[in-house]
């Protein structure tokens, strides 16, 4: 059902509040330049500080601006099964496309509380449902066996795997087949997750370097190895670079560069050090994306 590039929006902000416009210059640059679709407040968008009224505010005028042109995949995850629920029911009434769940941050749920948590909001709201396993941010890691329960399960259609591990992603795509889509949550290893059954990303680099993270998928969609190869060189410094510090820091300060929104962020981030700037614009400039802004 979901394949290709996703961006993992960033929330743009002005003086503390959504900033619709630049929002809406940011996800229009996407859309011109063949985004698969877009995926409103996920960590990227700094789900964890939106209030519940903005989180709702950010996914319902993202469907609108969106229109149907291409999929929202609503951020919706929450450590709270119950407001887990409550977000993704919202998601659905709004129109969203998909709800994106992270793995239970905090509490460190088992395998079995894993798959409760997602078998209960599957079975409250009838919407796709893209599990999204980053054990780097919730100190939880949901192992391939779970992945694999959890894909007997109608509307439990992807799963979004950002551990960069290769071997994992192998063994999840080996025990569920096409009945779960693999879905890279690194970009950097983009590439090789295709190589293993992927079928896509949601990425951070697709923010601002949408042109070459789509000509990549389609060099592989058609076989043309050398090119993806080479599209996958070509984003090796960005994507290292807009990890540089934590994620949204870097991808932020790239968007205030190329003019499509605001570096503001909420604390506890911080904005980029000095010092990795430079080395962020100059691999900007190396993809030519100050020309395509």
Request: net charge negative.
């Amino acid at each position: 059902m979901f394949e290709g590039v996703f961006s993992a929006l960033i929330t743009p902000f002005t003086n503390g509040r959504f900033d619709r416009q630049a929002f809406t210059r940011l996800v229009e640059y996407q859309i011109q330049q063949g985004i698969s679709g877009v995926v409103p407040c996920g960590t990227t968008g700094e789900s964890a500080t939106l209030t519940h009224d903005e989180h709702k505010e950010v996914i319902q005028f993202c469907v609108e601006l969106v229109n149907g042109r291409v999929p929202v995949i609503a951020g919706t995850g929450s450590n709270a099964t119950q407001e887990s629920i409550a977000l993704t029911r919202f998601a659905k009434e709004v129109g969203a496309d998909g709800a994106l769940l992270i793995t239970p941050y905090y509490n460190k749920p088992t395998q079995e509380g894993l798959y409760q948590h997602y078998k209960a909001v599957a079975t409250a709201v009838d919407i796709p449902i893209v599990l999204y396993n980053v054990p780097g941010r919730t100190a939880v890691d949901m192992g391939a066996d779970t992945v694999a329960r959890l894909a007997e399960t109608a509307n439990i259609v992807a799963v979004k795997e950002a551990t960069a591990n290769l071997e994992r992603a192998s063994i999840i795509h080996k025990k569920c087949g096409d009945s779960i889509a693999l879905i890279s949550g690194d970009d950097a290893t983009f590439l090789p997750f295709l190589a293993v059954g992927g079928r896509g990303v949601i990425s951070v680099s697709a923010n601002i370097a949408t042109a070459a993270m789509v000509a990549l998928w389609k060099a592989w969609l058609r076989g043309d190895w050398a090119t993806a190869h080479a599209r996958h060189q070509d984003l090796l410094d960005l994507n290292g670079l807009l990890f540089c510090e934590t994620s949204p820091i870097p991808i932020k300060a790239a968007a205030e560069m190329l003019g499509l929104s605001g570096p503001e962020l909420r604390l506890p981030l911080t904005p980029l050090s000095p010092e990795h700037r430079q080395p962020l614009r100059q691999a900007m400039e190396a993809l030519n994306l100050f020309e395509l802004s």
